[in-house]
Structure formats: structure tokens, C-alpha cells
Nanobody, 117 residues
Framework: QVQLVESGGGLVQPGGSLRLSCAASVSISSIYAMGWYRQAPGKQRELVAQILSGGRTNYADSVKGRFTISRDNAKNTVYLQMNSLKPEDTAVYYC???????????WGQGTQVTVSS
């Protein structure tokens, strides 16, 4: 079992920055993949950024150059640094981990990000 707890969401003006954190209950060095997803009202959940155990990262085209995913193995925490935020980034952001023999999915509870003036 993996428990994930997100934090860091909030209200920010367009052009501003936020950093989301996802704390895991197990050593993240043992987790195959960790990612950030988001879901806006009326839309499907979508991948924002992903980091694999070997360090490779993937980003949605819409956030490339603005968002950065990183991890701190000592703190068992994955971060999402979000810069140059736009109103269309408004969504609930979820952390996901793929862990174990069958790469089972584990999800956090989500954190709201609202970009508005």
C-alpha cells in the first residue's frame, strides 16, 4: 500500500507560481513512476508531468517550459513547480504512483489550484 498526500494548492494570479508537494508513505526510490495529473470541471483527468525511477521525465505539451517535476528521495516527496500560471491551469491536481509487481496505481486526494485575477 502507498499513501500519497498532496499539498501546496491555492489561489494565484495569472503569471504567478505555485509548488505542489506529494508525500509518499513508502520510499519513492522504490516506486516505478510518480506523476501529477489534473482534472478541470467537465473535463477528463489528464497527465501533467511524470518522473520515472531512473529520473526520466515527461510533460504535457501545454506545460512544457513552465512546469518542472522533481523528487527528493530523502523526504519521499515529489514536487511540481508551476511557473507562468494561466487560467487554463485551474484544476484539481492529483498525485499518482505506480508501484509493486503489477505497477498498481495509487492516487492522492487532490489539491485545488485556481489561477484567477
Amino acid at each position: 500500500q502507498v499513501q500519497l498526500v498532496e499539498s501546496g494548492g491555492g489561489l494565484v494570479q495569472p503569471g504567478g507560481s505555485l509548488r505542489l508537494s506529494c508525500a509518499a508513505s513508502v520510499s519513492i526510490s522504490s516506486i516505478y513512476a510518480m506523476g501529477w495529473y489534473r482534472q478541470a470541471p467537465g473535463k477528463q483527468r489528464e497527465l501533467v508531468a511524470q518522473i520515472l525511477s531512473g529520473g526520466r521525465t515527461n510533460y504535457a505539451d501545454s506545460v512544457k517550459g513552465r512546469f518542472t517535476i522533481s523528487r527528493d528521495n530523502a523526504k519521499n516527496t515529489v514536487y511540481l513547480q508551476m511557473n507562468s500560471l494561466k487560467p487554463e491551469d485551474t484544476a484539481v491536481y492529483y498525485c499518482k504512483a505506480n508501484h509493486g509487481t503489477y505497477l498498481r496505481e495509487y492516487w492522492g486526494q487532490g489539491t485545488q489550484v485556481t489561477v484567477s485575477s
